[in-house]
């Protein structure tokens, strides 16, 4: 990999770990939120994502592809649990 595309992978980490902490933040602090909050939440993020008609660009495309990366696992770690 060249140090032109190091900086992606250290942004989608960055990004994937800080969505993570959040929504680990949230299940904690809000005992109304639910799986299906998250799901909704992801629904809306992989509606956002298919609607890149204007062109986000490379941080942009990143920072979603990491955030929708960690509401699945999120979500299905949770899921896992019951």
Do not use: P
Not at 14 to 27: K, Q
Not at 44 to 49: A, E, K, N, W
Not at 52 to 81: H, L, P, S
């Amino acid at each position: 990999m060249g140090v032109s595309e190091e900086w992606r992978d250290i942004k989608y980490a960055e990004t994937f770990e800080e969505e993570l902490r959040g929504l680990e933040r949230r299940r904690k602090a809000d005992s109304n939120c639910k799986v299906a909050d998250l799901e909704g939440i992801l629904k809306h993020l992989y509606i956002m994502d298919g609607a890149d008609w204007g062109g986000r660009g490379d941080v942009q495309d990143t920072i979603m592809a990491a955030t929708i990366a960690a509401y699945e696992r999120f979500i299905a770690q949770w899921k896992a649990e019951k």
